[in-house]
């Protein structure tokens, strides 16, 4: 983001020091990102964050929200698939280590990135939840673990992860002491929303968790 603004500064205010950039001219920035650049008002608003941290915390020089304010947008609500076109997505599953992978996700409720860096020791059957440490709030925290979940975990460590030891990976990836990325949970996801005719549903991995709360 910073580079982009001094890419700007640089084509359109050349040879001026960044500290002596006026309250217009930053406005004249965004109104090219919005006008030129296309960006919506979401991705707008992070390029204000940024500029404001780094006004702040680097030039040393006072923000003033009122000469740059954040941009106003829609709200939508998201797309949320119903109880049944998740359970078929579920099902249409063979590989038993993705269909874990998939049910986690809805029946836990947690984020594709928490269920990349889940270990084995994290799967409490005893107390029926999910150990996630480090979420995104930097916090630790407990998930839900349904039956349903538990059976399909059993189903997948029996079939193809023998041998699987407390502090191993729960789904570990292609390279050697790597877990599963996100990128290649998502590639199921898709390609599974297609098997079953969800292709245009406009669903994404984090309809799950919308569904999980939902339902």
Not at 6 to 23: A, C, D, M, N, Y
Request: contains cysteine; glycine residues 4%.
């Amino acid at each position: 983001y910073m580079t982009s603004y001094i890419q700007w500064v640089e084509e359109h205010l050349p040879g001026r020091k960044l500290f002596s950039v006026t309250w217009e001219e930053i406005r004249s920035y965004i109104r090219f990102l919005k006008d030129v650049r296309g960006l919506n008002p979401r991705t707008i608003n992070v390029h204000i964050s940024q500029l404001r941290d780094f006004y702040y915390y680097v030039l040393h020089k006072d923000w003033d929200k009122r000469e740059v304010p954040l941009l106003h947008y829609d709200e939508h609500l998201p797309v949320v698939p119903s109880r049944e076109q998740v359970i078929s997505i579920i099902d249409s599953i063979m590989n038993p280590k993705h269909k874990a992978e998939i049910a986690i996700l809805y029946f836990s409720g947690i984020r594709v990135s928490e269920l990349c860096r889940l270990h084995c020791k994290d799967i409490h059957r005893s107390k029926n939840c999910i150990y996630i440490s480090r979420s995104k709030n930097r916090s630790d925290r407990y998930a839900v673990l349904s039956d349903r979940a538990y059976d399909l975990l059993v189903s997948y460590v029996r079939t193809a992860y023998r041998g699987a030891k407390q502090d191993d990976w729960l789904f570990p990836g292609q390279k050697q002491g790597a877990h599963i990325n996100e990128q290649s949970i998502y590639n199921i996801f898709i390609r599974h929303l297609e098997k079953t005719g969800l292709k245009s549903s406009g669903f994404n991995l984090h309809s799950l968790r919308h569904a999980f709360g939902l339902h």
